[in-house]
Each structure stands twice: as structure tokens, then as C-alpha cells.
């Protein structure tokens, strides 16, 4: 039996006959030898047919091969240090399963319209394939990091029926005659997570109508939440620094071809390491000022101010303690200074912007009332929440990751809509 193997798995079969199964990526001829560059989802791999191993018959299957087309073909594989992907095929058999019709997506340039329309065909192409697997290594190390911690994954409702970060991003459903919304961030869960596990992470896609056309956002995205009772701000941003630590290391032993093939200068990940400078807002407004913006303390940062803040440096920078007027109600009060939150960003270097935002949480009832009634908050949505500093409060702190932010940064993919396969944002709903 000759054996069936994906690309990525040849290192074992140096020398020996095998089976893979696949796409044609593209072909050449030269004289009496075809190549053919075969994908097959995990790497690829040139097939060398000349006219003497193969013979007439699969020398004209082969000529009528087009792009993308589905086949399987059978050779001896041996390791080759200038093919893409270190291996190549002397070709004995090749099968057709089907001749694709002509493919829309050419080497040519294509803008981007054109290939958001095809994102169910462009995901094929190496670029992409590459940042989705990069996205992949990301996700399974953030896992790994808090399982390894022992923090208990807690997964939240999608459905919901209040806001968490603010009413003006909510998707609005209908449910059965109620009104709902997708969730904006399971953090409010994740509270109540923490209570009875101590520490919790939650993880999943979360919902905002941003109304902002940026490379920055999507409408759907998915965010790590994790939640530590007995936690203060200092706490979360040391995890904080902890997670993106891990996983940079993870994505660099497991992900190098990619990397490569994005072109992403490795050394700027490299270098990445604790403890990842902190500075105030009001250090920040400073800094801006002194770059030029035209800005004032107690302004929210956009993404011109946060490019120009992580621009500084060369590791990723916390921004902690904002004014809470413009912070969620759910931020605990710097006891030094009523006017601040005990809140922080993290943005990612190389200009990237904010990728984490985390907070300690208002662990006094009184305090989560008055601030719940300030920002106009329906109470009776929030009264199973108040239970939680009913019951047994505790100091308590977290953040959110968001994870296409981190592997556009890692990936250095400049725009989100390519770091996740199917993004959703304000003009995209398809395909
Ligand atoms: O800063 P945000 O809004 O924080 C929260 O949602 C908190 N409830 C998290 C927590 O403390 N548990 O969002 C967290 C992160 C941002 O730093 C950003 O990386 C990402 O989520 N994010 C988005 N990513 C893509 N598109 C959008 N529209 C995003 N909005 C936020
Ligand atoms: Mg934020």
C-alpha cells in the first residue's frame, strides 16, 4: 500500500513512494518535463514528470490541468532545500478528480473588492492560508496559556439582554417578542464565572456595530476574557504581559514557514520581552501633546493618537488609569484620585494600537449602583449583576484580548478583514 501524506508530514517518507492529495497550484513545461505545483491544504510541493517516467497519456492529463484543479498524484519524494517547502515529487501517476473551471483568482493583482468578494477562493491563496494559520497557533497557545494556569474556561451567552461596553455598538435581534443583543464582550458573565471558579477565561466572537471604517475593527470578532477574583490592576497587567509573552514564543517555534512566507521581520517579535513599559494617561497626554496632536486631558484616544503612542516603542506599552468619564461603568475608581480608573490598554508596537483593555472592577454595591445609574444603564438588566457584590465581593480584575488585533500584529497583516476567514464588517456581510 503506498501511503497517503500531507505535505506537511513528509519529513519520514524521504526517499520513499507516497500518495498526496490535492489542488493543482500551478504548472510549467520545459521540453519533455512538466512541473507540477501541487497544494494540498498543509504546504506545497513541485511534482517533476518527465516524458520517460509517466509516459504520453498523463503528460496530456497533465497539459490539461487548470489552476485549482482537484487531483491526486503518486511519486518518490526526497528532500529538496531550494523547493518551497523542502520537498519534491518524481511524478509516476497523477488522477484527475475534476478540471476546474477557469479560476477567478489569477496571479495577476486583484484589488481588494474583487478579493473580499472571493474570500471563500482567496483563503487558498498562501498569503492568506499563511496569517490563518498563524491566527490558529494564536489561539491554541492563549489556550494553552490559561489552561496551564488552571484558569476554568467559562463560555457566555451570545445572546444578551444589556449592554457591557457602551449602547451605541449594539446589535439589536428580536427574541420572541423581547428585545436582545449580541454580546459586545462576555465579561459581565465572566464576573460571575470568577466567583465560583476563582479564576476563569472566557473565549469566543463578540458584536459591535462600529460604524467605523478602519483596519482596526470588525463588527464580529472574537476575544479572550479572562477574570481573576483577589486580582488588582497591576495583576491584570502583568497577565496581560504574561499571555502576549507566551504566546509570540509559541507562534515563533510553531509557525516559522509562515512567518516566512508573509515576509514578517522576525526580529521585532523576537525581541519582545517583560516587563513591557506602563505609563499613565495623563504621561500619554504629554506625549501627544509633545508629538503635536492636538489633544486635551480627559479625551479618548483614536487610533491616530494610540499609532502614535506605541510608535514610541519598541515593546508593547500600557496605558493605565483614564479618566473615568470616558471608561466603562464597570471600572473601579482609583482611591488616589477620584477622576481616574483603575483601567488599562495595551497597544501593540509598530504603530498596531490597542489589542488588550482590561480593568479592576467596582467591587463595592453602592458605588456599581450610582455608576450604572450615571451611564443610563436599564438597573433591572444589571440586577443579577449586583448580586455579585452582594454575595461575597471580592476585589476582582480582568481584560480582553482581541484576537484578530494580535495576529494582525503578528502576522503583520495591516488590516484585520484578512485575519479572520469570513470578517464581518460595516459594508461586508458576504460572502
Ligand atoms: O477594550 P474593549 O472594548 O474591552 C472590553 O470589551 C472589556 N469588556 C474586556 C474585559 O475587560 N474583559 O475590547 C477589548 C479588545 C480591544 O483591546 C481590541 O483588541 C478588541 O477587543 N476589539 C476589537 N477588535 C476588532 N474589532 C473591533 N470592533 C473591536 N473592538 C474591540
Ligand atoms: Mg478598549
Known amino acids: 500500500m503506498i501511503p497517503h501524506v500531507y505535505i ?46 509517466v509516459g504520453e497519456k498523463i503528460f496530456e492529463s497533465i497539459d490539461a490541468l487548470t489552476q ?17 517547502g523542502g520537498y519534491e515529487m518524481r511524478l509516476e501517476s497523477l488522477s484527475v478528480i475534476q478540471i476546474a473551471e477557469e479560476y477567478p483568482i489569477t496571479p495577476k493583482e486583484h484589488g481588494t473588492a474583487f478579493l473580499m468578494d472571493h474570500r471563500h477562493l482567496w483563503i487558498r491563496s498562501r498569503r492568506q492560508h499563511a496569517i490563518l494559520r498563524v491566527r490558529h497557533a494564536v489561539v491554541k497557545a492563549i489556550r494553552d496559556f490559561f489552561d496551564e494556569r488552571k484558569f476554568t474556561l467559562f463560555d457566555p451567552p451570545i445572546f444578551t439582554p444589556a449592554a457591557c461596553e457602551g449602547t451605541s455598538t449594539l446589535f439589536a435581534t428580536d427574541y420572541f417578542g423581547e428585545k436582545a443583543y449580541l454580546t459586545q464582550s462576555g465579561q459581565l458573565y465572566g464576573e460571575a464565572g470568577c466567583m465560583a471558579f476563582g479564576k476563569i477565561y472566557t473565549f469566543g466572537p463578540t458584536f459591535r456595530a462600529e460604524q467605523s471604517k478602519t483596519r482596526r475593527h470588525l463588527t464580529e470578532f472574537w476575544m479572550v476574557e479572562p477574570e481573576v477574583a483577589f486580582l488588582d490592576l497591576e495583576g491584570a497587567m502583568e497577565l496581560a504581559e504574561d499571555v502576549i509573552v507566551f504566546v509570540i514564543a509559541r507562534v515563533l517555534e510553531s509557525r516559522m514557514e509562515e512567518l516566512k512566507t508573509l515576509e514578517r521581520d522576525v526580529s521585532l517579535l523576537e525581541r519582545i520581552k517583560k516587563p513591557f513599559p506602563r505609563i499613565t494617561y495623563t504621561e500619554a497626554i504629554d506625549l501627544l501633546k509633545k508629538s503635536g496632536h492636538d489633544v486635551e486631558w480627559g479625551a479618548d484616544f483614536g487610533g491616530d493618537e494610540e499609532t502614535t503612542i506605541s510608535s514610541r516603542f519598541d515593546q508593547p506599552v500600557m496605558v493605565h488609569r483614564f479618566p473615568a468619564a470616558i471608561k466603562a461603568f464597570y471600572m473601579k475608581r482609583d482611591p488616589d484620585d477620584d477622576r481616574l480608573a483603575l483601567g488599562f490598554d495595551m497597544l501593540a508596537p509598530e504603530g498596531r494600537g490597542e489589542i488588550i483593555g482590561g480593568s479592576q472592577r467596582e467591587d463595592d454595591l453602592n458605588n456599581l449602583v450610582a455608576r450604572i445609574r450615571e451611564h443610563d444603564l436599564p438597573p433591572e438588566a444589571f440586577e443579577w449583576f449586583l448580586d455579585l457584590r452582594r454575595y461575597g465581593s471580592v476585589p476582582h480584575a480582568g481584560f480582553g484580548l482581541g484576537l484578530e488585533r494580535t495576529v494582525g500584529w503578528i502576522a503583520g497583516a495591516q488590516h484585520v478583514r484578512e485575519t479572520i476567514p469570513f470578517p464581518r464588517m460595516m459594508s461586508r456581510l458576504r460572502p
Open 8 to 53: 506537511e508530514d513528509l519529513a519520514p517518507f524521504d526517499g520513499q513512494k507516497v500518495t498526496l492529495r490535492g489542488w493543482l497550484y500551478h504548472k510549467r513545461s520545459s521540453g519533455k518535463v512538466r512541473f507540477v505545483v501541487v497544494r494540498d491544504g498543509t504546504g506545497i510541493m513541485q511534482c517533476v514528470a518527465s516524458l520517460a517516467d
Open 68 to 84: 485549482e484543479s482537484s487531483l491526486t498524484v503518486t511519486g518518490t519524494v526526497r528532500a529538496e532545500p531550494r523547493a518551497p
